[in-house]
């Protein structure tokens, strides 16, 4: 068998886990395995090239991809569907293993539904894809904001100031959530529900009263006031790929905070150092069982379908489901966070 691998989307810890993993697996199979370079673009332009034991070796701990990832515009993607056949006689393979996210395998069950063998491989630091309990890139990325929260409520409390931690979660709230409980973040923003400013306020005020003389807030950036809030907030545009363009809602808080309470507040963007850099010994663990059930997947012509994580196991679930909603953070874990806050 020769399969065809990809990374696409957002880059993630645990992508290079997954394509050593590959490659591993499939070489035990007797296998020949090719890397799509920049995503779905180096399937529609011809540009891979092969990878063998030698190629993986020394991955499994870099942060990024070693096969560079792309976005590409919807029209593209649909073309990638129409051509599959083409496609997949240039390169020689006989099944597509790509790795990404909501938009990465909403392309890839286009591929699929047009015919092409395609066993997929969820990623996003989101922890929001649909039909798996845990994504790999989340455990790094809530390690690097939990580590971020610790090390700014010493200098909050040394200045006597309010921080508000933008995490990144444009639908999910899922690491700021989770890195707001591990570094007890005393207020908690998610894009689920709508959040009022006068409850921040309240809050704040009321530590300064105790004689706390600081609060750090955990927002992630999807979150928004709640309709009629006092607090101003304007939709961003919508970029060619579908994607509403945040416009800061950490530094806007931080704004309203100072202004409403007379005492200085600070925001802090975490950004994309999130999802850069080394990935933990979880994500390294997940990702690489997601490449190998990707393979065994492939031989057992399980196509349709992607990888998933179901409690301790790891199951294939079809891209129909994983791509059906987004996984976003539910009732009773925002009470559970509520309760301890």
């Known amino acids: 068998m020769r399969i065809g691998v990809l990374t696409a989307g957002g880059d993630c810890p645990g992508l290079n886990a997954v394509i050593r993993s590959v490659v591993h697996r499939a070489v035990g199979h007797g296998d020949e395995v090719i890397g799509f370079e920049d995503g779905f673009k180096g399937l529609l332009d011809g540009h891979y090239r092969p990878l063998d034991l030698n190629a993986v070796s020394g991955i499994l701990a870099r942060g990024g991809t070693i096969l560079g990832s792309a976005r590409l515009e919807r029209d593209r993607l649909r073309e990638a569907a129409e051509n599959w056949h083409e496609l997949a006689a240039r390169s020689g393979i006989d099944v597509l293993i790509p790795i990404g996210g909501e938009g990465?395998?909403?392309?890839?069950?286009?591929?699929?539904?047009?015919?092409?063998?395609?066993?997929?491989?969820?990623?996003?630091?989101?922890?929001?894809?649909?039909?798996?309990?845990r994504t790999f890139?989340?455990?790094?990325?809530?390690?690097?904001?939990?580590?971020?929260?610790?090390?700014?409520?010493t200098t909050a409390e040394s200045h006597q100031r309010v921080m508000v931690v933008e995490v990144m979660g444009r639908h999910a709230g899922w690491i700021a959530l989770e890195s707001g409980m591990a570094g007890g973040?005393?207020?908690?923003?998610?894009?689920?529900?709508?959040?009022?400013?006068?409850?921040?306020?309240?809050?704040?005020?009321?530590?300064?009263?105790?004689?706390k003389k600081f609060a750090v807030v955990c927002i992630a950036e999807g979150a928004r006031p709640a309709e009629g809030s006092s607090m101003p907030y304007e939709k961003g545009l919508i970029d060619k790929f579908g994607h509403e363009r945040f416009t800061g809602i950490g530094t806007r808080l931080a704004i309203e905070l100072e202004n409403r309470l007379g005492k200085e507040a600070r925001p802090v963007i975490l950004g994309h150092v999130q999802r850069g850099g080394?990935?933990?010994?979880?994500?390294?663990?997940?990702?690489?069982r997601f490449g190998w059930h990707a393979v065994e997947g492939a031989h057992r012509g399980e196509f349709g379908m992607m990888t998933g994580l179901r409690g301790t196991e790891i199951a294939m679930v079809p891209l129909a489901e994983g791509v059906s909603e987004l996984k976003r953070v539910p009732e009773d874990r925002m009470y559970e966070a509520e309760s301890v806050f």
């Open 278 to 288: 080394t990935p933990t010994a979880y994500d390294r663990v997940l990702a690489t």
């Open 185 to 211: 973040a005393h207020g908690i923003c998610l894009p689920e529900r709508p959040f009022e400013v006068d409850d921040l306020v309240k809050m704040v005020e009321e530590r300064f009263a105790r004689g």
């Open 137 to 153: 890139g989340f455990d790094t990325a809530v390690g690097v904001a939990t580590e971020a929260i610790d090390r700014l409520k």
């Open 104 to 133: 990465t395998l909403t392309a890839s069950r286009m591929l699929s539904d047009a015919g092409m063998p395609v066993v997929g491989v969820p990623k996003t630091i989101d922890n929001d894809i649909n039909g798996t309990d």
